[in-house]
């Protein structure tokens, strides 16, 4: 059994040799070949390039030819913001303000970026396509509706649900003409990364989101590809809805317990994958990190249905070391229980943790939003917004600071605030709002109320 075999049997939910590995090799891939994220995200030769140094470097099983959740986006009229180590941004929302769906521009694979990263997937497939399985990895239809409406689109499930479910389907229809270009040109797994719906409950999530993505698994099936559900962000109220679709194949991140996801899927017959600590250990720790790290996940989810990945896709500098080492122990059974028996677990450094800031004795209202990085990620940059915006309507001024968990600054403030999951907007030191965006009446009560209750 090959590589390739081997993670298919895997995403079946089928035993098998040792978990499947799968590191989701986005814009990192630019830097295993010294090329921004900009350069990459826009040659078939760098995005080629890159993924063979990874299958070098990683031996994965399987390999995303790009993680980049705006490329419908670009096609339909949303304008980017590039940056040099991350997918680049959306920073205009075409439907905002109730705009109709006619006014977009007709969504066609040959136009965009598309034609280059289709170009990837036939060299890759012609190349290495017999060992490794590729993904196609599309924009969820609720995130890409995001994309077209801005943070609107929550409040706007209340007041036009018909409208909103009318701009989801449309995204669907998109997903599945993507989802046709990556299967005419051989990739053997759709993903659809729909990070957003973590902000929603799970009867919105089977209201909204479950037609439309069972949509895209339907087409999936019916072209004998396989299937996966990739989310982002605390996601556990919607485990249930998101195992009731019909996907092959369920994928989280950090945020949510990979005990969890595997007990659920195990009763819905799917397999899971997950969920390597993006920054604390892939990106900052150390070799032994990630080490142990794998271990933890291997140990969880065992031989049965399960591919080891990080959370999401890998921060641009995250170092190569660490991820050879994590591929190390999901690769070789005994090289994994040699470190089992020889890491000393990591404990925390005898250092004094710095106490929060004394909030109350400063003048202004501050507001903490702990985020993975706003830049990149599409709760923590809806998040972000939601917070400006909000700043905009109040009766005081406020000061915002973002923090960025891909720094150990960041990592540090979060441990200070107690913040669990991201993002999290905390008031004067204490959480708010946890890994949801809030309405902005909501969102701005909740100012206001600090405000009022500033020198008492």
């Known amino acids: 059994?090959?590589?390739?075999?081997l993670l298919l049997k895997a995403l079946r939910n089928e035993t098998t040799p040792r978990p499947a590995w799968v590191p989701f090799v986005g814009v990192h891939g630019g830097k295993l070949?010294?090329?921004?994220?900009?350069e990459y995200l826009q040659s078939s030769d760098l995005i080629v390039q890159g993924l063979k140094k990874a299958c070098e470097l990683y031996q994965p099983d399987g390999l995303p030819v790009v993680f980049d959740l705006q490329l419908e986006a670009e096609v339909l009229g949303c304008e980017l913001r590039w940056a040099e180590q991350t997918p680049p941004s959306v920073c205009t929302h075409p439907l905002e303000q109730g705009k109709s769906l006619a006014a977009l521009p007709v969504f066609d694979v040959a136009n965009g970026r598309f034609p280059i990263v289709m170009e990837a997937v036939r060299t890759m497939k012609k190349d290495v396509g017999s060992e490794i399985a590729l993904y196609g990895l599309i924009c969820g239809p609720f995130t890409l509706a995001l994309h077209l409406m801005g943070n609107d689109i929550f409040l706007q499930m209340f007041d036009h649900p018909d409208y909103v479910k009318a701009v989801i389907g449309f995204c669907a229809s998109v997903g599945q003409k993507v989802t046709?270009?990556?299967l005419d040109n051989g990739v053997d797994v759709i993903a659809v990364v729909d990070p957003m719906t973590s902000q929603i409950s799970a009867e919105h999530f089977a209201d909204f989101v479950t037609p439309a993505v069972n949509q895209i698994f339907a087409f999936v099936k019916d072209r004998g590809g396989l299937s996966s559900l990739f989310v982002c962000g605390d996601a556990t109220r919607n485990i249930e809805a998101m195992c009731r679709t019909a996907c092959d194949n369920i994928s989280i991140d950090e945020n949510i317990p990979l005990e969890r996801i595997r007990d659920f899927t195990r009763g819905h017959n799917k397999s899971f994958g997950g969920n390597l600590r993006l920054t604390t250990v892939l990106l900052l720790g150390d070799e032994d990190d990630a080490r142990l790290d794998a271990i933890r996940c291997v140990d969880v989810g065992g031989g049965c249905g399960f591919v080891l990945a990080p959370g999401c896709d890998l921060p641009y500098d995250t170092p190569p070391k660490n991820l050879a080492a994590a591929a190390e122990m999901v690769l070789d059974g005994y090289r994994r229980e040699i470190a089992k028996r020889t890491i000393i677990a990591k404990t925390a450094e005898a250092a004094i943790v710095a106490?929060?800031?004394?909030?109350?004795?400063?003048?202004l209202v501050t507001i903490d939003v702990i985020t993975l990085d706003s830049s990149s990620c599409a709760p923590c940059q809806y998040m972000m917004d939601a917070v400006h915006r909000a700043s905009k309507r109040l009766s005081k001024p406020v000061i915002v600071k973002e923090h960025r968990i891909t720094t150990?600054?960041?990592?540090?403030m979060m441990t200070r605030l107690g913040v669990k999951n991201i993002p999290t907007i905390c008031l004067d030191g204490k959480v708010a709002f946890i890994s949801i965006i809030p309405d902005q009446n909501t969102l701005v009560s909740a100012i206001e109320a600090k405000i009022a209750g500033k020198g008492k």
Do not use: D
């Open 33 to 38: 070949i010294g090329k921004s994220a900009r």
């Open 180 to 182: 046709q270009a990556y």
């Open 408 to 412: 150990r600054e960041g990592i540090s």
């Open 1 to 5: 059994m090959n590589r390739r075999e």
């Open 355 to 363: 106490a929060p800031p004394n909030y109350q004795n400063e003048p």
